[in-house]
């Protein structure tokens, strides 16, 4: 019989980055700068979208073309309809030995506004909107809120908007009940407290002049618009506006160990992917990143990853070397990146705790996803499993590996099941988040550093 600590070694240990690798602390913190303007520069997909094509031609990344000639360690980019980024560096191996993709999300949970939004009602004006994606809607009231978009006037032209994120501009705010008069509100169930009929976004209480007009406040609010933007009522119906929070990207805590933030999920994912993407020079097998659209509500749409837009992209790779992509495909590896829920203390009856995933320990590995038994789920291979985490031990990441929550609370899903359907071998890796879908999530910066250490070990990858 093995003695005791030999009988210790043999347990799975989950250990923090502190504990297993102090060095990378220090790495952490220098990486996440980078990050927290990647979040404050991308409120929206299209945002992300544009810092990441800035990113990518400082880079020297050219426009990918069909058919153009392609050589190990050129690299091309493709953007989808202004809301999604595709990104490779071409490698040594034939395109027949297959691709190792990175895909993660850039879209986030946030409120819409409605195709008729403006309304005014007793002497406030407001906007109307539509919440997308999973959100609390108790969360959203009595922060401080910016709005970001595009509209396309009659004409045919395209003004961007965006108001709320510099120090000297208006945010805007949904109200809530006063506690003094929340008797009523208080015997709702936490759901039916705020409904998505109270998500109204305040605007204004100012009236134009004339006493004889009606909809007065309504009119200056949309005489403010049309002064600054050129646009009128109708033009909302050819828009895609977004309100987010107002609030930047900050260190939490007294050790600055964490961020703040809105849009972690997917971004503390999509960040990491794209640097290490960038990065990545003369790779054996041809990297591809791919940061999609529409996850959160169901990757639906030209710009979900349910659509064939990565893998026509894939698919015009091959031809260029004329390969048959369906070999391809079949010796391809990808990595889906989306974040998970972070153990939290103080609700810890929604976790298993030896099945958690905890800020501060690391990349977290999901076989599966999913709700209860395993439905609408990728179950990656225990081959799979065990490639990953070889690689990563080799190359120094931290990991760990569980569950979302308790099997009979819930689940999420991602875009794994959709890259797995073309035959491709996939596995769900992500940052564990606190809060996760609250205006300000919380990720430890050293989780978002060892994602990218796994990125950068996967794109470089030979074996």
Not at 7 to 36: H, M, R, W
Not at 187 to 215: F, M, R, Y
Request: charged residues 25%.
């Amino acid at each position: 019989m093995k003695s005791t600590k030999e009988l210790e070694q043999l347990l799975y240990k989950n250990e923090t980055v502190a504990d297993k690798t102090p060095s990378a602390i220090a790495e952490a913190d220098a990486f996440c700068e980078g990050y927290k303007e990647f979040l404050n520069r991308g409120k929206t997909e299209r945002e992300v979208v544009q810092y990441s094509e800035e990113l990518l031609v400082k880079a020297g990344y050219r426009p990918f073309t069909v058919g153009m000639e392609l050589h190990p360690g050129d690299k091309v980019y493709h953007i989808n309809r202004k809301k999604c980024v595709l990104a490779a560096t071409i490698g040594t191996k034939s395109l027949s030995e297959g691709f190792h993709l990175n895909i993660a999300h850039v879209d986030a949970p946030r409120l819409d506004l409605r195709p008729v939004p403006l309304f005014e009602k007793e002497g406030l004006a407001y906007f109307r909107t539509h919440y997308y994606g999973g959100i609390r809607k108790y969360q959203w009231p009595t922060i401080p809120l910016s709005i970001h978009g595009v509209v396309y006037r009659e004409d045919g032209s395209c003004v961007n908007i965006c108001i709320g994120e510099k120090d000297d501009d208006p945010v805007f705010t949904i109200t809530d009940l006063l506690p003094h008069l929340g008797a009523e509100q208080n015997k709702k169930t936490l759901p039916e407290g705020i409904t998505g009929e109270n998500l109204n976004i305040l605007l204004g209480s100012l009236p134009i002049e004339d006493e004889e007009a009606s909809n007065r406040v309504k009119l200056r609010v949309l005489g403010l618009l049309n002064e600054q933007y050129g646009i009128t009522e109708r033009d909302f119906t050819s828009a895609e506006i977004e309100i987010v929070p107002a609030f930047k990207a900050r260190d939490v805590g007294l050790d600055r160990s964490m961020i703040g933030s809105y849009g972690h999920d997917d971004r503390v994912d999509a960040y990491p992917a794209l640097m290490a993407e960038i990065e990545t020079q003369s790779p054996a097998y041809t990297s591809v990143c791919v940061l999609t659209d529409k996850e959160e509500t169901g990757s639906d749409g030209v710009t979900g990853l349910n659509s064939m837009y990565t893998f026509h992209f894939l698919r015009q790779l091959c031809e260029c070397e004329g390969v048959d992509y369906v070999t391809a495909f079949q010796a391809s590896k990808c990595l889906s990146a989306d974040v998970t829920a972070a153990y939290d203390p103080s609700y810890s009856e929604a976790f298993e705790p030896d099945n958690g995933t905890y800020a501060g320990r690391g990349v977290a590995i999901y076989k599966y996803t999913g709700s209860r038994g395993k439905s609408s789920t990728n179950d990656a291979s225990a081959e799979l499993v065990s490639y990953l985490t070889r690689l990563m031990n080799k190359n120094n990441v931290v990991w760990q590996i569980g569950e979302m929550g308790r099997i009979d609370l819930g689940g999420g899903g991602t875009v794994a099941k959709y890259v797995a359907n073309q035959d491709i071998d996939t596995i769900d890796i992500g940052v564990p988040v606190l809060s996760m879908h609250s205006p300000f999530e919380v990720v430890a910066k050293s989780d978002v550093y060892m994602a990218y250490r796994t990125f950068k070990a996967f794109c470089e990858d030979a074996e």
